[in-house]
C-alpha cells in the first residue's frame, strides 16, 4: 500500500502480486498474496506489516514486538532477516520483551520503565538477569514458582475434534483427542498456522465452522458448544490472542469489560444491573491482579498492554470459569507483568481450575506446564509428562516441525 507501480495510469497487478510474494517469500511466509489480511491469524498479519516497511526501502526501521505473536522458529527466521538489514546499513531500532531476542541482535541496548530511561549501555554488558532487574526495578529469583497442588479428575476432554473450514474448503483441526484436569496446566504448543488457536475457539463455541468428534465436559458427554455464551454458562472460557480485536472493547472502561461476560451475576429483580455488587467485584479484580489505574472508570485503551492483558484476565475470572483456555495469555508484556500471571496461574490450578495455555514462547510453554501437547498442521504429533519439568525446547521444537511422532 502507498507504493503502487502504474502502467498507462493504472496499478499493474500482476506486478504488484510478484512483488508481494517475493516479500513473503524473504520473510518464509506460505500465505497466497490475494488471500484477504482479515483471514489471516495475527502472527501471520504480522508477518504481512513487516513485509510492508521491507518494501518500503526505508533508511530507519523501527520493530515494535515484531516477534511477540511469531513462535521460535519463525521470530529466529525474522532475526536472521534484521542482521542481514543491519548489515547492508539499516538502523534499527528493535522494542521487544524477549530477553534473550534483545541479547542475541542489538548492539547497545536501552532500558525503560515507567516511561523513563533506566540505563544504556552495550548489549554484551548485560545478561538476562541484569536486564530484567533493570526492568522492574528489582531482583527476580525466579519467573516459575513451583506448584504442587493436587491434579484431579477430567474436567474436559475431546476426541477425534475436528474442525472444517469452508471458506478455504479444508480441514484446519483433525483428529485431536485431547484432555486437561481439575487443578492441572496443559501447554499448547506449535507453530503459526498449526491450529491451536482454532481448537480453543472451537472447543470454546466461537467458530461457525463445521466440527465433528466428542466432548466430555465433566464427566458427562455432551454436544458441542452452540455458543460461547453456553460456553460460559457451564463454565469454560476462552481468553483470545489478541486481546485488542476480540479480548477488550478499547473505548469502554475497566467495570464494563472486566464484567461484560458475567453481566448476569449482578442482575437485581430481573430487571436492573446491581451497579455496587458488580463495581465491587471488579475493584476486588482490580487489586487482586494488581491492575495500574486510577479508577476502574479509566478506558481500557489507556492502558498499558500488561494492564490490558489483566482486565481480560479479570474478565476470565469473573465468569467463575471451571476450564480456562489462555491464549498467548504474555504476547508483548513486560516481564514483571509476566510473572504476575504465571503466579495468578498457579492460583488458579490450586482453586482446581483446569487450564490449557496456548503460548508460542517455549520456556514459558516448559516452566508453567504439567503436560504439553504439540500441535503440526492440524494434528497433534506428540505429547509430554511435564511434571518433572525435564522436557527441553529441542523436544518441543523437533515435534513442532516434523522431528517427533506419535
Not at 521491507?54 to 534484521?82: G, Q
Not at 466440527?211 to 465436559?217: A, R, V
Not at 467485584?281 to 498499558?304: C, D, F, W, Y
Request: charged fraction near 25%.
Amino acid at each position: 500500500m502507498g507504493d503502487e507501480v502504474c502502467q498507462s495510469g493504472l496499478i499493474d497487478w500482476d506486478y504488484e502480486y510478484d512483488r508481494a510474494k517475493e516479500l513473503l517469500d524473504e520473510l518464509k511466509l506460505k500465505v497466497n498474496p490475494k488471500t484477504r489480511v482479515g483471514n489471516l491469524g495475527i502472527g501471520q498479519q504480522q508477518l504481512v506489516e513487516i513485509a510492508k516497511a521491507l518494501n518500503k526501502n526505508c533508511k530507519i526501521l523501527i520493530l515494535d514486538e515484531p516477534t511477540a505473536p511469531l513462535p521460535e522458529d519463525d521470530s529466529e527466521n525474522l532475526l536472521e532477516l534484521v542482521r542481514g538489514l543491519r548489515d547492508k546499513g539499516m538502523s534499527i531500532i528493535f522494542i521487544s520483551h524477549k530477553l534473550g531476542e534483545v541479547l542475541s541482535i542489538a548492539d547497545t541496548v536501552t532500558i525503560l520503565r515507567d516511561g523513563q530511561t533506566v540505563e544504556t549501555r552495550p548489549a554484551k554488558e548485560y545478561s538476562q538477569d541484569t536486564l530484567i532487574s533493570g526492568m522492574v526495578g528489582r531482583e527476580l529469583k525466579t519467573l516459575f514458582e513451583p506448584r504442587s497442588c493436587p491434579i484431579g479428575e477430567v474436567a474436559l476432554k475431546v476426541s477425534d475434534w475436528a474442525v472444517f473450514d469452508g471458506i478455504n474448503n479444508k480441514w484446519i483441526v483433525r483428529d485431536i483427542n485431547l484432555e486437561v484436569r481439575e487443578g492441572e496446566v496443559i501447554g499448547l504448543a506449535g507453530m503459526i498456522g498449526a491450529g491451536r488457536t482454532e481448537l480453543g475457539m472451537s472447543i470454546f463455541g466461537a467458530l461457525d465452522d463445521a466440527i465433528t468428534g466428542k466432548l466430555e465436559y465433566r464427566g458427562r458427554q455432551r454436544q458441542r458448544f452452540k455458543n460461547s455464551n453456553e460456553a460460559i454458562k457451564a463454565g469454560v472460557f476462552y481468553s483470545s490472542e489478541d486481546r485488542k480485536r476480540y479480548g477488550l472493547v478499547l473505548t469502554s472502561d475497566i467495570a464494563y469489560n472486566a464484567s461484560l461476560s458475567s453481566l448476569d451475576k449482578y442482575i437485581s429483580n430481573g430487571l436492573f444491573i446491581n451497579r455496587d455488587k458488580e463495581y465491587g467485584k471488579v475493584k476486588e479484580m482490580v487489586k487482586k491482579l494488581r491492575i495500574k489505574t486510577p479508577s476502574i472508570l479509566q478506558r481500557a485503551g489507556n492502558l498499558s498492554g500488561g494492564n490490558q492483558q489483566k482486565v481480560c484476565l479479570a474478565k476470565a475470572l469473573m465468569t467463575e470459569p471451571k476450564v480456562l483456555i489462555l491464549d498467548e495469555a504474555t504476547r508483548g508484556i513486560d516481564i514483571g507483568a509476566k510473572t504476575e500471571i504465571y503466579q495468578l496461574i498457579n492460583q488458579m490450578a490450586a482453586q482446581g481450575i483446569a487450564v490449557i495455555m496456548i503460548s508460542s514462547e517455549l520456556p514459558e510453554i516448559l516452566g508453567i506446564s504439567d503436560r504439553i501437547y504439540v500441535m503440526r498442521e492440524g494434528r497433534i504429533s506428540a505429547e509430554f509428562d511435564n511434571s518433572a519439568r525435564n522436557i527441553t525446547q529441542e523436544d518441543v521444537a523437533l515435534a513442532a516441525t516434523g522431528g517427533v511422532t506419535t
